[in-house]
């Protein structure tokens, strides 16, 4: 008998009984357990193989589906195993969904009362977060009816950093329809106001934060961006949002959009409060992001925010003005805003690159696909990566996207009809080409910020436009996208980290400058936008 067998114990009537271990709780194997994964029937496989262009007879399916018994065993005991999860580190209760006369910008998805360190660099400061941000055991949305219902197990990294310095979560706040709209009236719980006017949009994606900041209603909020869902509801709400350089602070326990272009970061009322959000979300996540290095790190940002740029170069960037849908006030006010960082040491010249106007139609060629891949079929997640898979996010956009896909905004439905077409149609080559060009794009904002700190360019070429009524027809509903991220997408394609500060007002709504900068240079972004901010605060 070798050292790992060994007799079986003898019961009162002297019958031998097999010992699995008569540990307390342990379920005996023998016992029917439903199985997790079950054995495709042949007419199942004849469908998938029509879909996958295979001809074969119902002898052959039979045979094939013999051989996947074997292998559903290793799904099967995959499907026992305990996965390793992000952790919960402070306690909490789910909140509660609140009532109109408490809401009245539409702002809040859900509130809740969540505290962690007693101190921190973030002590008592109250932080909205996004509602595509997983926070555990609060409700979350993504704006949409499509994860309706879903409440998350696990904390995203940076729910666990900013309860770590100190901060206060009061609840999670309203995006658009899973992200994807600049607007602020996609999201299944209503439209999102803006503060500075009734009828106007916030921006989005990043809608109600943005709008609950320009409020006053917390302190920092989080936000996410794929296209410019920091920076234009920042730029239409007059608060200041960063998308940092991409992969600086980590996107583990968020909804993926797309991987290539997925950045969150800091929202706030003032630049100090930006950096500060900075310092406690930046760093490696020990890698459970794809997109971080694992020599990313962050740094003491708000040390260096003194107000003196001297020495600085700003180029305003030549392309990012006079596009077809600007307005002469806000291309006006952003030069004027710009030109004021010269009293502060800053040199102001006009650079061009002329590959900036075809930053969107890149974006475009990758987010449409690249999201229909990654966030629909993918379960916004996709495949392919290393790192932390949320598995019970995936299971309820999987279930939603069956069940509840008509029930999405007209601006998803055409990105997914659009790309569905152009992935049967040709097959990826756009995505692929249009991926290949983004780094022909990177290469061209490094030539200008060789010679330049930073770029400026107006966030939004025109004001907050106005949320459409209940009659507006699809093609309206869905034609405003395109031309409000002009100048911001380009940026998610090349990871520069981006700041969007409010320039002034223009007939009551605020004009955004948007301020770029040399990859993990985030520091000198922010300095230039503090220094500005001084400036035009002394002023007022």
């Not at 919960?88 to 408490?102: A, L, S």
């Not at 061009?352 to 990758?366: E, F, K, Q, T, Y």
């Amino acid at each position: 008998m070798s050292s790992l067998e060994h007799e079986e114990p003898t019961n009162a009537t002297g019958v031998g009984q097999k010992n699995e271990r008569t540990e307390k709780g342990k379920v005996p194997t023998e016992l029917y357990s439903a199985p997790a994964v079950r054995t495709p029937s042949v007419q199942q496989l004849s469908l998938t193989a029509a879909k996958l262009n295979l001809q074969l007879d119902e002898e052959e399916l039979q045979q094939f589906r013999d051989v996947m018994k074997g292998t559903l065993e290793s799904y099967q005991r995959v499907d026992q195993l305990v996965e390793p999860l992000p952790p919960v580190k402070w306690p909490r209760t789910p909140g509660w969904r609140p009532q109109p006369d408490e809401n009245p910008h539409n702002a809040w998805y859900w509130r809740t009362e969540i505290t962690g360190a007693p101190s921190g660099k973030l002590q008592g400061k109250p932080v909205a977060i996004k509602d595509n941000v997983a926070v555990a055991g609060v409700p979350m949305m993504d704006g949409s009816r499509v994860l309706e219902g879903y409440i998350p197990e696990y904390d995203a990294t940076i729910i666990t950093r900013i309860l770590d310095a100190g901060g206060v979560i009061r609840g999670k706040a309203v995006c658009e329809d899973m992200c994807k709209s600049p607007s602020s009236f996609t999201a299944a719980t209503g439209p999102v106001v803006n503060a500075h006017m009734d009828g106007r949009s916030s921006g989005g994606s990043s809608s109600g934060s943005a709008a609950l900041l320009a409020l006053g209603e917390v302190d920092l909020a989080i936000g996410g961006d794929q296209g410019g869902s920091i920076r234009i509801p920042a730029a239409w709400s007059g608060v200041v949002g960063l998308k940092p350089t991409y992969g600086l602070v980590p996107y583990t326990g968020c909804v993926s959009v797309e991987t290539t272009l997925d950045h969150v970061g800091p929202m706030a009322r003032t630049v100090q409060d930006i950096a500060v959000m900075l310092e406690v979300l930046s760093g490696y996540d020990g890698g459970l992001d794809p997109r971080q290095a694992p020599n990313v790190s962050g740094q003491n940002y708000s040390s260096q925010l003194t107000g003196d740029v001297s020495g600085i170069r700003v180029g305003l960037l030549k392309e990012g003005f006079g596009l077809v849908t600007s307005e002469a006030d806000v291309d006006d006010m952003v030069r004027e805003a710009a030109h004021k960082l010269t009293s502060a040491g800053a040199v102001v010249e006009e650079v061009s690159v002329p590959m900036h106007r075809d930053g969107c139609h890149l974006w475009n060629a990758i987010a449409i696909e690249g999201t229909l891949e990654t966030m629909i079929k993918g379960h916004g997640l996709g495949v392919g990566w290393k790192g932390f898979y949320p598995t019970s996010m995936l299971e309820a956009l999987a279930r939603g996207f069956k069940s509840r896909a008509n029930d999405t905004s007209h601006t998803l439905k055409q990105l997914m009809l659009f790309g569905q077409y152009m992935r049967e149609t040709y097959g990826g080559r756009y995505y692929a080409k249009g991926q290949n060009l983004s780094r022909a794009l990177t290469h061209a904002y490094n030539n200008a910020l060789q010679k330049y700190d930073v770029l400026v360019l107006p966030t939004v070429p025109f004001k907050a436009t106005k949320i459409p009524n209940q009659d507006v027809s699809i093609k309206e509903f869905c034609q405003t996208g395109f031309s409000v991220v002009a100048n911001t997408c380009p940026f998610n394609l090349t990871g520069h980290p981006a700041l969007s500060i409010n320039a002034g007002f223009s007939q009551g709504l605020p004009v955004g400058m948007m301020i770029v900068g040399r990859h993990f240079d985030d520091v000198t972004v922010l300095r230039v936008a503090h220094a500005y901010e001084r400036i035009r605060d002394s002023r007022s």
